[in-house]
């Protein structure tokens, strides 16, 4: 089969502001980087828009009406400080969510092996009823959802990776016994969420504390020691990855020190066990990465993982 790129045009004109972080040349990069000739084989579907009760099966609808209700005609609206919306963020959100249900949909339906949604903004820090760090919607415990509910599939598992830990989709699972939830994370840092004593209510939460400074080793060694042997124990019937690149040494906002080939790996890992639990069942979704350069091309590397699953 092969790999399924979904992203939209919509998700660049999402505008944050002037100097914010998570600012449209963020998916201009992976878009370029996603160009190049090794890329040719790439499915690229237009992400859709998802509906608001697939959103809602996360959000409390109060929240989804506060979102929509605030987009701005122009100029920006802050949901909290660090999280604006402007004239198209509302858009970018539904496509952002509706690209990885579609994603989930195609993996399940087997009409893809696997699939990388390039969408934004992000979306692992928005909880239930409230956004925070540059998220709006959950765009992956939205496309969770959608497979345990369009689908029947009964073991979900979000592996993240980004340096920050995801307290969204922690507190979008800690109560369900069908999905787990494993984050790597740098700590202290952002949110502040994401101790190791943090295991949800059915055991279904693995958090995985890196002091600032860690670098290739000690992060290899939590997924060999850890997350890898967890995984394989749990046996989910699809692995769904919160691919934030923000680990990266030269990542202006944290300082876990991966190299490029960190990201290689851990994808590659992530891959290896999916094809002995799922059937190569994967969905991948884009988080954080805040370095241009850095973002590219470990973007590049784990697209390259997803499209060699099929010639492994």
Same mark, same amino acid.
């Given at each position: 089969?092969?790999? !399924?790129?979904?992203?939209?045009?919509?998700?660049?004109?999402? /505008?944050?502001?002037?100097?914010?972080?998570?600012?449209?040349? *963020?998916?201009? !990069?992976?878009?370029? #980087?996603?160009?190049?000739? =090794?890329?040719? /084989?790439?499915?690229?579907?237009?992400?859709?828009?998802?509906?608001?009760? $697939?959103?809602?099966? &996360?959000? #409390?609808? @109060?929240?989804?009406?506060?979102?929509?209700?605030?987009?701005?005609?122009?100029?920006?609206?802050?949901?909290?400080?660090?999280? #604006?919306?402007?004239?198209?963020?509302?858009?970018?959100?539904?496509?952002?969510?509706?690209?990885?249900?579609? !994603? &989930?949909?195609?993996?399940?339906?087997?009409?893809?092996?696997?699939?990388?949604?390039?969408?934004?903004?992000?979306?692992?820090?928005?909880?239930?009823?409230? =956004?925070? +760090?540059?998220?709006?919607?959950?765009?992956?415990?939205?496309?969770?959802?959608?497979?345990?509910?369009?689908?029947?599939?009964?073991?979900?598992?979000?592996?993240?990776?980004?340096?920050?830990?995801?307290? +969204?989709? $922690?507190?979008?699972?800690?109560?369900?016994?069908?999905?787990?939830?494993?984050?790597?994370?740098?700590?202290?840092? @952002?949110?502040?969420? +994401?101790?190791?004593?943090?295991?949800?209510?059915?055991?279904?939460?693995?958090?995985?504390?890196?002091?600032? +400074?860690?670098?290739?080793?000690?992060?290899?060694?939590? @997924?060999?020691?850890?997350?890898?042997? =967890?995984?394989?124990? %749990?046996?989910?019937?699809?692995?769904?990855?919160?691919?934030?690149?923000? #680990?990266?040494? *030269?990542?202006?906002?944290?300082?876990?020190?991966?190299?490029?080939?960190?990201?290689? %790996?851990?994808? *590659?890992?992530?891959?290896?066990?999916?094809?002995?639990?799922?059937?190569? *069942?994967?969905?991948? &979704?884009?988080?954080?990465?805040?370095?241009?350069?850095?973002? =590219?091309?470990?973007?590049?590397?784990?697209?390259?993982?997803?499209?060699?699953?099929?010639?492994?």
């Amino acid at each position: 089969m092969s790999t !399924a790129l979904y992203s939209h045009p919509v998700c660049v004109e999402h /505008d944050p502001g002037t100097h914010h972080p998570e600012r449209p040349d *963020r998916l201009r !990069a992976v878009l370029k #980087a996603l160009e190049a000739e =090794a890329f040719d /084989d790439l499915v690229r579907i237009p992400a859709p828009k998802a509906s608001l009760a $697939q959103i809602e099966r &996360v959000h #409390a609808p @109060y929240y989804v009406e506060k979102v929509f209700e605030n987009i701005p005609e122009s100029g920006l609206f802050h949901l909290d400080p660090d999280t #604006a919306m402007s004239p198209k963020s509302g858009e970018a959100a539904l496509r952002a969510a509706g690209g990885v249900c579609a !994603a &989930v949909d195609a993996v399940i339906g087997g009409q893809t092996t696997n699939a990388f949604c390039a969408l934004r903004p992000p979306g692992h820090h928005a909880e239930p009823s409230q =956004a925070m +760090g540059f998220c709006l919607f959950n765009n992956i415990a939205i496309g969770a959802l959608q497979a345990r509910d369009a689908h029947g599939i009964e073991r979900v598992a979000v592996v993240d990776f980004d340096v920050h830990h995801g307290n +969204g989709t $922690q507190a979008s699972f800690e109560r369900y016994r069908d999905f787990l939830y494993v984050s790597s994370h740098q700590s202290p840092a @952002y949110p502040g969420t +994401g101790a190791e004593m943090e295991r949800g209510l059915n055991n279904n939460i693995i958090n995985v504390e890196l002091d600032p +400074g860690s670098g290739s080793d000690i992060f290899r060694k939590a @997924y060999t020691d850890r997350i890898l042997p =967890a995984l394989r124990d %749990w046996k989910p019937q699809l692995l769904m990855i919160s691919a934030g690149f923000d #680990a990266h040494l *030269r990542d202006p906002l944290a300082q876990l020190l991966l190299h490029d080939d960190d990201f290689a %790996w851990v994808s *590659r890992q992530l891959l290896e066990v999916a094809a002995e639990v799922c059937e190569n *069942r994967v969905v991948s &979704v884009l988080e954080g990465g805040y370095d241009l350069d850095a973002l =590219a091309a470990c973007v590049a590397l784990h697209v390259g993982e997803l499209m060699a699953v099929d010639i492994r």
